[in-house]
């Protein structure tokens, strides 16, 4: 364990090496390695220096680049699991939906008020309930593919659709007990309330997602245990069907049957290792659900464009349109042509083989890191 703060470490290397080491600890930063990692490696670095005398540079290239491979060689397991989530906690999706939210209500309240006056009452009911179904639909929506990529599918539908159903809910009622009426609100309001709103999002309870792991006794001891959390895994962290995880299980599960066939003794995690360990490594066969991840992930821009396409549309065609109507619609145009240009194949082969290359480099350092 490295005894003193990464800093303090970079400080004690030779004067023509400090710079090499600051950027060696700025690249294991930025691929997650907490301060007592770091500082191991920054120490065996040095101390390798000192024994041969050398520059840094000689010795191990590029600091950027090494600095990428020790991270991948000294993050845990799990660690090299959560780099494949974006987001880690249910509740950053939630402060992150909270900012969006009132940044939104601040942008367009501030525009009414400069429109109509700021203390005019321009807002509709049919605009709130526009505005509840969206949040509460996306919210849902995110809650839904995140709880999916950590394998939790039960609570992944339950949240989704429960919160979607609550979301048109409510809209509905919203719509029907007010419609086409004006909100009791002034104009002046709308951008408070929208800045309370994306700074009160920082100050939400943040408790972070419990950590799972797969040291669970039963899991370790029982082979259909084991077989059945790295096919949770390969589903949900990677992304495979059903059928494509048993595919991609079936080799260890022949391999296994094999050697209890023979009165092999070592266990599962022996033979294998974890299943967190075993899913990283079969990440690299992956191509074809990081296709579909990439396809979904395009095609939700168009869902966007298509929801309020449809009300914007019939407003620029209008007679009476007015300008900000068709400055709305060319946005949403010209948004809608960069989507769709993003479905070239050419970027979606980029987004695989960039991926692919991550998830190989994550294997090859676990690998790496068993061997040290």
Same mark, same amino acid.
């Given at each position: 364990?490295?005894?003193?703060?990464?800093?303090?470490?970079v400080?004690?290397?030779?004067?023509?090496?400090?710079?090499?080491?600051?950027?060696?600890?700025?690249?294991?930063?930025?691929?997650?390695?907490?301060?007592?990692?770091?500082?191991?490696?920054?120490?065996e670095?040095?101390?390798?220096?000192?024994?041969?005398?050398?520059?840094?540079?000689?010795?191990?290239g590029?600091?950027?680049?090494?600095?990428?491979?020790?991270?991948?060689?000294?993050?845990?397991?799990?660690?090299?699991?959560?780099?494949e989530?974006?987001?880690?906690?249910?509740?950053?999706?939630?402060v992150?939906?909270?900012?969006?939210?009132g940044?939104?209500?601040?942008?367009?309240?501030?525009?009414?008020?400069?429109?109509?006056?700021?203390?005019?009452?321009s807002?509709?009911?049919?605009?709130?309930?526009?505005l509840?179904?969206?949040?509460?639909?996306?919210?849902?929506?995110?809650?839904?593919w995140f709880?999916?990529?950590?394998?939790?599918f039960?609570?992944?539908?339950?949240l989704?659709?429960?919160?979607?159903?609550v979301?048109?809910?409510?809209?509905?009622?919203i719509?029907?007990?007010?419609?086409?009426?004006a909100?009791?609100?002034?104009?002046?309001?709308?951008?408070?309330?929208?800045?309370?709103?994306?700074?009160?999002?920082? *100050? @939400?309870?943040?408790?972070?997602? $419990?950590? /799972?792991?797969?040291?669970?006794?039963?899991?370790?001891?029982? #082979? +259909? !245990?084991?077989?059945?959390?790295?096919?949770?895994?390969?589903?949900?962290?990677?992304?495979m069907?059903?059928?494509?995880?048993?595919?991609?299980?079936?080799?260890?599960r022949?391999?296994?049957?094999?050697?209890?066939?023979?009165?092999g003794?070592?266990?599962i995690?022996?033979?294998?290792?974890?299943?967190?360990e075993?899913?990283?490594?079969?990440?690299?066969?992956?191509?074809?659900?990081?296709?579909?991840? *990439? @396809?979904?992930?395009?095609?939700? $821009?168009? /869902?966007?464009?298509?929801?309020y396409?449809?009300?914007?549309? #019939? +407003? !620029?065609?209008?007679?009476?349109?007015?300008?900000?109507?068709?400055?709305?619609?060319?946005?949403?145009?010209?948004?809608?042509?960069?989507?769709l240009?993003?479905?070239?194949?050419?970027?979606?082969?980029?987004?695989?083989?960039?991926?692919?290359?991550?998830r190989?480099?994550?294997?090859?350092?676990?690998e790496?890191?068993?061997?040290?």
């Amino acid at each position: 364990m490295a005894s003193a703060k990464p800093q303090h470490i970079v400080e004690q290397y030779p004067a023509r090496d400090r710079d090499w080491a600051q950027d060696f600890r700025l690249a294991m930063l930025l691929h997650d390695l907490d301060d007592s990692q770091s500082g191991q490696e920054l120490e065996e670095a040095l101390a390798t220096i000192r024994d041969s005398g050398e520059v840094a540079e000689d010795l191990f290239g590029d600091p950027l680049e090494y600095g990428e491979v020790r991270a991948y060689v000294r993050l845990t397991p799990q660690q090299l699991a959560d780099s494949e989530m974006p987001v880690n906690s249910s509740m950053l999706l939630l402060v992150g939906l909270g900012i969006g939210v009132g940044l939104l209500c601040t942008g367009f309240g501030t525009w009414v008020g400069f429109r109509d006056g700021w203390t005019a009452n321009s807002w509709r009911y049919w605009q709130l309930a526009a505005l509840t179904a969206g949040t509460g639909i996306a919210l849902s929506g995110h809650l839904w593919w995140f709880y999916r990529v950590k394998g939790k599918f039960a609570r992944s539908w339950a949240l989704g659709v429960a919160g979607i159903a609550v979301s048109i809910a409510a809209a509905a009622l919203i719509a029907t007990l007010g419609g086409e009426q004006a909100l009791p609100m002034p104009n002046w309001l709308a951008p408070i309330l929208g800045i309370a709103l994306a700074a009160g999002a920082f *100050w @939400l309870p943040f408790k972070g997602e $419990p950590v /799972a792991t797969d040291n669970n006794a039963m899991v370790l001891a029982d #082979p +259909e !245990a084991w077989f059945a959390e790295s096919a949770r895994l390969l589903r949900g962290r990677y992304g495979m069907r059903g059928r494509e995880a048993a595919s991609a299980l079936a080799p260890a599960r022949e391999h296994w049957s094999t050697m209890c066939t023979a009165g092999g003794e070592a266990s599962i995690v022996e033979e294998f290792g974890t299943p967190n360990e075993f899913a990283i490594g079969l990440g690299v066969n992956t191509a074809k659900a990081l296709r579909r991840r *990439w @396809l979904m992930l395009r095609l939700l $821009p168009l /869902a966007l464009v298509f929801l309020y396409g449809t009300s914007l549309l #019939p +407003e !620029a065609l209008a007679p009476d349109r007015s300008g900000w109507d068709i400055f709305f619609a060319v946005c949403v145009a010209i948004f809608a042509a960069v989507s769709l240009y993003e479905l070239r194949p050419a970027n979606r082969a980029e987004y695989v083989e960039s991926k692919l290359a991550q998830r190989r480099a994550l294997a090859r350092g676990l690998e790496e890191g068993r061997d040290e």
